[in-house]
C-alpha cells in the first residue's frame, strides 16, 4: 500500500505535460483514474486588511481544481481598490474596458487550463453599485463535485461572468460609436488615478510626412500641439511632432485634428485606450 502511494506521489511531482490542451490532457490514467473517484484540490487564499478598526481592504483567491496539487494560476481573484497606484517601473496598463467600467474594472488572464481560456480577475471601488460587489461574491462550486469537475469560470462566478461579458459589450458600442472617447471617462480616471499627468493641448498644425519603416515608404500624419494647461501632475512630453500613428488604440483621434482644437492628454500610466480625449470637459 505504501508502495503505491510513494507511486501516485511520484505521478503528480512533477507533472506529465501533455499539449496543454486542458486539465485532461495534462493527467495521465492514474490521476485521471483518482480524479473521477473524487480525489480534489481546492485552492483558496483571502485577506482582509484592517486600519483604524475598520475594514480597508478585502481580496481573494480561488482555484476549485487544482488537479497537480498546488495551484498553477488561480481561476477567479478578486480585490478592494480606493485607487490604482502607477508603479515607477511598469505602468499601470489603461484599457477601453477599464474606461468602461472603472468601478468594477476586469482582468483576463492569457493563460488557463480550463478550455475557453476564461481565468477572471476584478477589482471594484467602494462606490459600486452593492448588486455589483455581491456578485463578485458569489461564488458556486456545486460543479466542482460532480464526476468532472469544474470546467470553467463561467460555473464557478455566472454573475460575475455576465457583468464582464456586459462590460465588454458596452466597450465595442462606445467604441464603435460617433463618440468613442465620450466625457464620461474622465471621471473615473481622475478619481481612481490618481497619479495620472493631464494636460491641455492646442494643435498648431497638422501635416503628412513620409516615413519608411522597414523599407517600406508611406506618409504619417504629425501634429504640432501647444501646451496649454498643466492640469493635473507632472506631465512631461514633447508636443511637438506628434505621430498619430503611435496613438494605438485611440480612436478619438480617427479624424484630421484641425487648427485650434484642444484635447486632454494623459500620461503616467500605459494606454490602450483614449490617451487623447477632445477637450470638451475638464476633469
Avoid at 193 to 212: F, R
Wanted: charged share 20%.
Amino acid at each position: 500500500m505504501a508502495e503505491m502511494g510513494a507511486q501516485f506521489i511520484v505521478e503528480l511531482w512533477p507533472p506529465r505535460f501533455g499539449n496543454g490542451a486542458d486539465k485532461w490532457d495534462a493527467m495521465d490514467a492514474s490521476l485521471k483514474a483518482a480524479y473521477t473517484m473524487g480525489w480534489r484540490h481546492l485552492a483558496f487564499c483571502a485577506s482582509v486588511t484592517v486600519l483604524d478598526g475598520r475594514v480597508s481592504a478585502i481580496e481573494y483567491g480561488l482555484e476549485p481544481d487544482v488537479f497537480m496539487g498546488w495551484p498553477i494560476g488561480y481561476l477567479v481573484t478578486s480585490h478592494s481598490a480606493h485607487g490604482f497606484w502607477m508603479a515607477r517601473h511598469f505602468p499601470l496598463p489603461i484599457s477601453s474596458p477599464d474606461d468602461e467600467s472603472y468601478q468594477l474594472g476586469f482582468i483576463a488572464s492569457e493563460f488557463s487550463w480550463f478550455r475557453g481560456n476564461d481565468i477572471i480577475g476584478v477589482a471594484y471601488t467602494p462606490d459600486a453599485p452593492p448588486d455589483k460587489i455581491a456578485h463578485v461574491y458569489h461564488v458556486d462550486l456545486s460543479r466542482f463535485w460532480n464526476l468532472l469537475g469544474c470546467n470553467s469560470v463561467r460555473q464557478v462566478v455566472p454573475l460575475l461572468w455576465k457583468d464582464r461579458e456586459e462590460t465588454l459589450a458596452a466597450t465595442n458600442a462606445r467604441l464603435a460609436s460617433n463618440n468613442p472617447c465620450s466625457d464620461s471617462i474622465l471621471a473615473g480616471r481622475v478619481r481612481t488615478l490618481p497619479d495620472l499627468n493631464v494636460a491641455l493641448l492646442e494643435v498648431v498644425q497638422t501635416k503628412y510626412v513620409e516615413v519608411n519603416t522597414e523599407g517600406d515608404k508611406s506618409s504619417d500624419l504629425v501634429v504640432d500641439y501647444r501646451l496649454k494647461e498643466v492640469l493635473l501632475g507632472y506631465p512631461e512630453e514633447p508636443w511637438t511632432g506628434v505621430h498619430l500613428r503611435r496613438q494605438i488604440g485611440n480612436p478619438a483621434l480617427r479624424t484630421f485634428p484641425r487648427a485650434g482644437e484642444q484635447f486632454l492628454y494623459f500620461t503616467g500610466a500605459k494606454f490602450d485606450s483614449c490617451r487623447m480625449v477632445p477637450a470638451t470637459l475638464r476633469p
